[in-house]
């Protein structure tokens, strides 16, 4: 049933079961989260080799002991590794902790208060900062800026990545727009991949731009399809050394999702000259990352073959919770017009799209019934979806039945929100 075309009688009658449908749900008392896209227990369980694998030898391939001081850009090896999954090479390539959001943060904030190039290119000499944001997107991005006192200003994001045609009219016309956010494969939380003509163009922006314009290339999901179809996703570095802007780009992963959330290891690339005013900042912060944790990821991890046969087994436990999810808003809501739904080929995360005004009521009609989802707003900046429609499910922490039970539970609520919005109108 199309709910544009059902008579108002029919609405009422099927609005009535579906209220006794969730007073029943109500009454089981159920306590399900499907708020962040964290990895399950079982996808930690992959990486358990990890723990002993250095078997008490920590010296690195140049004879380095690990256990010490020092190494701020990392491991010679590691560098070598995860700049393989960048597209940068080894000495555009720094290996840091377990946190690329701490990456990304101490670059914004470097580039804000002391300038990239020295105090007079620090952003915070602008009366005025601006950020683009692609929207729906991350909310810990957002964070950063609004912690930092940046402007966000959002931009539409398409299937294929961010409107580049809004995004150059807004760069060539305002001097304070400073940087943007991406998440160019599997983007949170549509899933989309940036095109070739995106990544291209994206390349070249900071030639557009007045001043210290960097891209913050998030590229957090490189390694995470769960379809072998998956589209590949182009080298930015190889764009930007042809444009010459490298000085312009930040990219950042890790192996939060890939190894152990808590224990991973991140990187950042970058030209050889940004890398090197990046570690005179964090000179007086630190003395060396964890040098054990890189080799023993290094060592686990090997190559690029053997992280992609890895990441096949994540895919295996991933793709049943995905299924689930998107089989049963097929079969609730795909003839009734009440929503539309991404469709990843790999990442964390489908994105759902309720009827304008619908978001809040969808998220807190579930959480009556003890269902968690993440909050409605939060994929946007400021936590404000202007249309309050945007809904990000995350569906890879709970065990399998209870990413089905909170599928139906999620498709129950918008049924009830959207048919009280129809009747009401």
């Not at 078997?55 to 850009?73: C, E, F, I, P, V």
């Not at 590949?232 to 190889?238: I, M, R």
């Not at 900042?281 to 690029?304: C, E, M, S, W, Y």
């Amino acid at each position: 049933m199309h709910i544009e075309q059902a008579a108002e009688a029919e609405l009422r009658e099927q609005l009535a079961t579906l209220h006794d449908q969730y007073d029943q749900l109500a009454a089981r008392g159920l306590s399900l989260d499907l708020t962040r896209g964290k990895p399950g227990a079982a996808q930690l369980a992959l990486s358990d080799a990890l723990d002993g694998i250095l078997a008490g030898n920590y010296r690195a391939a140049d004879g380095t002991d690990t256990r010490n001081y020092g190494g701020l850009d990392g491991l010679p090896e590691a560098r070598a590794l995860f700049g393989g999954i960048l597209g940068t090479a080894p000495e555009e390539t720094l290996v840091g902790g377990s946190s690329s959001l701490t990456l990304m943060y101490q670059v914004m904030e470097f580039a804000l208060r002391e300038g990239l190039r020295g105090a007079e290119t620090a952003w915070s000499n602008a009366e005025e900062v601006r950020f683009l944001c692609p929207v729906p997107g991350y909310d810990r991005h957002f964070s950063i800026c609004e912690y930092l006192g940046i402007e966000m200003v959002p931009v539409r994001l398409l299937e294929t990545g961010p409107d580049m045609d809004q995004i150059e009219s807004l760069v060539a016309a305002d001097p304070d727009i400073k940087g943007i956010w991406c998440v160019p494969r599997f983007s949170n939380p549509t899933g989309c991949v940036y095109s070739s003509n995106t990544v291209e163009r994206m390349a070249r922006l900071p030639k557009l731009a007045s001043g210290q314009f960097i891209v913050m290339w998030d590229n957090a999901y490189a390694v995470h399809q769960l379809y072998a179809d998956a589209a590949p996703l182009d080298c930015l570095s190889d764009y930007a050394r042809q444009f010459d802007t490298m000085d312009g780009i930040f990219q950042f992963g890790s192996t939060s999702k890939v190894t152990f959330a808590g224990a991973g290891v991140a990187f950042v690339g970058s030209s050889e000259r940004n890398l090197s005013t990046l570690k005179a900042h964090l000179a007086f912060q630190t003395i060396g990352p964890d040098k054990v944790n890189q080799l023993r990821h290094v060592r686990f991890l090997q190559d690029g073959a053997t992280v992609a046969a890895h990441m096949e087994r994540h895919a295996a436990l991933l793709h049943p919770r995905f299924e689930a999810v998107l089989d049963t808003l097929e079969r609730e809501l795909g003839a009734t017009g009440m929503g539309s739904w991404t469709q990843p080929r790999g990442g964390y995360f489908v994105s759902f799209d309720a009827l304008p005004g619908l978001a809040s009521e969808i998220v807190e009609l579930a959480a009556r019934v003890g269902v968690k989802l993440t909050p409605a707003g939060a994929t946007f900046p400021y936590g404000k979806d202007p249309e309050d429609r945007n809904i990000r499910l995350a569906p890879s922490f709970p065990a399998l039945e209870d990413v089905q039970a909170c599928a139906e539970v999620f498709a129950l609520c918008v049924k009830i929100a959207s048919i009280k919005q129809r009747l009401s109108a």
